[in-house]
């Protein structure tokens, strides 16, 4: 518990941050998810740059690391130039 004013407040921001975080990081994974499940070409062509851009946005305020950004990108790419 704590047990000054500034670290009660402390606490409050890092709950209310992490709900925020949470729900940031669930939507990218089901719309990865949702790329790596599609079959049909175009569709996932035009699914990528949107996907790109969450996960660059993610990076940039910290909910994800870059590099896991990076990571997934990369897959994502092989996945899409994979699909006939």
């Not at 949107?50 to 994800?64: G, H, P, Q, S, Y």
């Amino acid at each position: 518990m704590p047990n000054h004013k500034s670290a009660e407040k402390r606490v409050r921001q890092s709950q209310k941050r992490k709900l925020h975080n949470k729900y940031y990081a669930k939507s990218m994974r089901t719309a990865v998810k949702k790329l790596r499940n599609t079959t049909d070409k175009e569709q996932a062509r035009e699914q990528l740059p949107r996907v790109f851009a969450m996960l660059d946005k993610l990076a940039k305020k910290n909910i994800i690391h870059k590099n896991k950004a990076s990571n997934l990108k990369s897959k994502l790419t092989k996945h899409v130039n994979s699909l006939s």
